[in-house]
């Protein structure tokens, strides 16, 4: 009975080890199959290296176009800015004092004026009222300083118009 069972022990180990866990027969592996999968694993190394170099490859252009196109465009902006330029005034505002600057080459455009007086201050328009101007009137644009200045110059267009 002992060497029933062990026979019934070692068949039946036989038989799974012939299957794997999802019921399906175990694939023997041979010298073969073993050559094709490390030669599969090499290529892809291969692979993955050269895509890595590719990639420092662009990166490095990218970069070296980057900073080409960033010299060019501050030498096109050097250029204009010695095209535009030329003698320039210059206005320098400080805590201390305002200086408007000319090159020596080039006259003051400016001719000396007088200065320009203010206006002179405009009195209410409405009879016996002599303070300042605030508003004007909507109907006939006189100067009025208050809404019972306003009531008064304005003229009265019709019924239920105050």
């Not at 000319?102 to 409405?126: D, G, N």
């Amino acid at each position: 009975s002992l060497s029933l069972s062990l026979s019934l022990f070692l068949s039946f180990s036989l038989f799974f080890s012939t299957f794997c866990a999802a019921g399906r027969k175990a694939k023997e592996v041979t010298e073969e199959v073993l050559a094709r999968r490390s030669e599969m694993a090499r290529k892809r190394r291969l692979k993955q290296q050269k895509q890595q170099e590719e990639m420092k490859k662009q990166t490095v252009q990218k970069l070296i176009t980057k900073q080409s196109t960033r010299r060019k465009d501050e030498e096109k902006e050097r250029e204009v800015s010695r095209r535009i330029l030329g003698p320039c005034e210059r206005y320098l505002q400080t805590a201390a004092s305002v200086s408007l600057s000319y090159p020596v080459e080039m006259h003051f455009p400016l001719r000396s004026q007088p200065p320009i007086q203010p206006p002179l201050p405009v009195h209410c328009s409405a009879p016996g009222c002599a303070a300042m101007k605030k508003y004007s009137c909507s109907s006939n644009g006189h100067p009025v300083c208050s809404l019972a200045c306003y009531k008064v110059m304005r003229p009265v267009t019709g019924p239920g118009k105050a």
